[in-house]
């Protein structure tokens, strides 16, 4: 079965510290998604990659950077993670052609103390 | 600006009564249409798909949903609410500037009443 894997289901980090939040697909997809979803406000779109090397900032990119070496691999940073950050982070995954549509992990809830 | 409007963020229903979940969204194009669903503490899951052809599409967990362009609507149903239902349920629609990027709704929570 085709899948995105999120290397964590939850977390707990510090306020200041440089969080990594992993996201792997093994279905070849072009590209890629990060968002973060909290109570009231939907899915928000933080970065997304349409190719190796490739980025671009999405709706609230503030606070975060990504990272995409290889096509299956799209890395979430929080460069200096603060409690505003405390939320539940999906990856999604598509193909170019858009017509099927995102797959998505299974969520990093984060909190930040 | 494109949008996605899902009409009330919460929708209850006793089981076994007809589900009916509003999504209305804003295109300029011919869109692909999505709906997902979402249980506590997991990823959103594709339910079911409009892209081109036959407007009534079925989807899992007996869901249906019918494309009419000429209400801008895309309107999720189920004749027979159970249990295992009761979750957040996503409607998005594909970009006009770019169809692999998805505009979401700001989702729809449905309780089903014993």
């Known amino acids: 079965d085709v899948k995105v894997t999120q290397s964590s289901r939850y977390l707990v980090k510090r306020t200041g510290e440089k969080v990594f939040l992993e996201c792997v697909q093994d279905?070849?997809?072009?590209?890629m998604f990060w968002y973060r979803q909290d109570p009231g406000l939907g899915l928000r779109l933080i970065y997304f990659?349409?190719?190796?090397?490739?980025?671009e900032k999405g709706d609230i990119p503030e606070g975060y950077s990504v990272s995409r070496e290889k096509k299956e691999r799209f890395s979430l940073i929080l460069e200096s993670a603060s409690t505003n950050q405390t939320s539940m982070y999906l990856c999604a995954s598509s193909l170019s052609t858009g017509n099927y549509g995102y797959t998505f992990g299974s969520g990093t809830r984060l909190t930040v103390v | 600006a494109q949008s996605v409007t899902q009409l009330g963020s919460h929708v209850s229903v006793s089981e076994g009564a007809l589900v009916l979940l509003r999504c209305n969204y804003s295109s300029s194009v011919p869109p692909y249409l999505f709906w997902y669903v979402q249980y506590p503490n997991q990823g959103l899951q594709l339910l079911l798909k409009y892209t081109t052809g036959a407007t009534l599409v079925k989807g899992i967990n007996g869901f249906e949903a019918e494309f009419k362009k000429s209400e801008t609507s895309f309107h999720l149903t189920k004749p027979s609410a159970h249990m295992s239902d009761a979750a957040e349920y996503f409607c998005?629609?594909?970009?006009?500037?770019?169809?692999?990027?998805?505009?979401f709704g700001s989702g729809t929570r449905l309780l089903v009443r014993p």
């Open positions: 998005a629609v594909s970009a006009v500037d770019s169809s692999y990027k998805l505009i």
């Open positions: 990659s349409y190719d190796v090397k490739m980025k």
């Open positions: 279905m070849d997809h072009e590209n």
